[in-house]
Nanobody, 126 residues
């Protein structure tokens, strides 16, 4: 069983930066899980923000390309999301998720991920 715990959320002004972390436990240190960051704003569906597969291939939603960077430290079992040039529309609860294997074209499919963290709030003010 994989456990995920996010941290690093907070409140920032537009244009600011935050780095989210997701500590994973319950599996060995091999990068045999694809992982993703999702977000959900009030009244909206959960959406994929960024994903990284076991080969280190990264994928991003169009809305965050060039501003967000996903990375993973396999030795520490930590997933990161560096968020720069934040906008008010980035305000949401951010979740990390993990799955054993996933077609690269499905990285944004929240229904394909069985393991989820509890979420961390990100609030961007104008």
């Amino acid at each position: 069983q994989v456990q995920l715990a996010e941290s690093g959320g907070g409140s920032v002004q537009a244009g600011g930066s935050l780095r989210l972390s997701c500590a994973a436990s319950g599996y060995n240190s091999r990068p045999n899980y694809s992982m993703g960051w999702f977000r959900q704003a009030p009244g909206k569906e959960r959406e994929g923000v960024a994903g990284i597969d076991t080969s280190g291939i990264e994928n991003y939603a169009d809305s965050v390309k060039g501003r967000f960077t996903i990375s993973r430290d396999n030795a520490k079992n930590i997933l990161y999301l560096q968020m720069n040039s934040l906008k008010p529309e980035d305000t949401a609860v951010y979740y990390c998720a993990a799955v054993g294997w996933l077609p690269i074209t499905s990285w944004h499919r929240s229904d394909r991920y069985p393991y989820w963290g509890q979420g961390t709030q990100v609030t961007v003010s104008s």
